[in-house]
């Protein structure tokens, strides 16, 4: 079956632009989680979205927002881009309860110039 | 307040020797815990779990440890791969929360020496 897609893949924003990534989840996986990577951080909690629901938010600023479909696809957006921005954007799926494994894609690589 | 820490961020091992890779938390309500490996250019894909009804798992080459006393968990590779090496990241949720909300630790890279 297929697994988490994400798109792009790669992209390039300049600061103060805005900048929409894309995830489709595993097919019957209703949650969908968004997760920020940068060097020497780590895989840092941005959301959780469940049946178009935000269940669960971490601690990054209001510039970050997202939402997720009926048909459980999910998009992250970050207004006002700034350089700190730039990272590894993954997201990961999951079945519903609230444990259980992450599927993850292969993320969205943002660098704001 | 960095609540799941992986301490060391590099480790070197010899193909067929034991890789351990450790990783401490500081929540008490983290009750599940899983381990990702991750290639570069790649998204992070699932190892093993582990929940704290149990104090080890196994799967294959795979065994994870959890000590809910010290809060400490480990991930034990026999044998070594040099396929093995990449970044290995721990991380843990409290079922409580209701979410899939996991925090992760910064990864250790594991470097199989053949």
């Known amino acids: 079956k297929a697994g988490v897609t994400q798109t792009p893949r790669y992209l390039i924003k300049t600061r103060g632009q805005q900048v929409t990534l894309s995830c489709s989840p595993i097919s019957g996986h209703r949650s969908v989680s968004w997760y920020q990577q940068t060097p020497g951080q780590g895989l840092q909690f941005l959301f959780e979205?469940?049946?178009?629901?935000?269940?669960n938010k971490g601690n990054f600023p209001g510039r970050f927002s997202g939402r997720q479909f009926s048909n459980s696809r999910s998009e992250m957006n970050v207004s006002t881009l700034e350089l700190g921005d730039s990272a590894l954007y993954l997201c990961?799926?999951?079945?519903?309860?609230?444990?259980?494994?992450?599927?993850f894609g292969e993320g969205s690589r943002l660098t704001v110039l | 307040d960095q609540q799941v820490k992986q301490n060391s961020p590099s480790l070197s091992v010899q193909e067929g020797r034991i890789s351990i890779l450790n990783c401490d938390y500081t929540n008490s309500m983290f009750d599940y815990f899983l381990w990702y490996k991750k290639y570069p250019a790649e998204g992070p894909t699932f190892l093993i779990s582990?929940?704290?009804?149990?104090d080890k798992n196994e799967d294959g080459r795979f065994t994870v440890f959890l000590n809910k006393s010290a809060k400490h968990l480990s991930l034990h590779i026999v044998p070594s791969q040099p396929g093995d090496s990449a970044v290995y990241f721990c991380a843990a949720s409290a079922s409580t929360s209701g979410t899939y909300k996991y925090i992760f630790g910064t990864g250790t890279r594991l470097k199989v020496l053949a």
């Open positions: 582990i929940s704290s009804i149990k």
């Open positions: 979205y469940f049946s178009e629901t935000q269940r």
């Open positions: 990961a799926s999951s079945k519903g309860s609230n444990t259980g494994e992450l599927f």
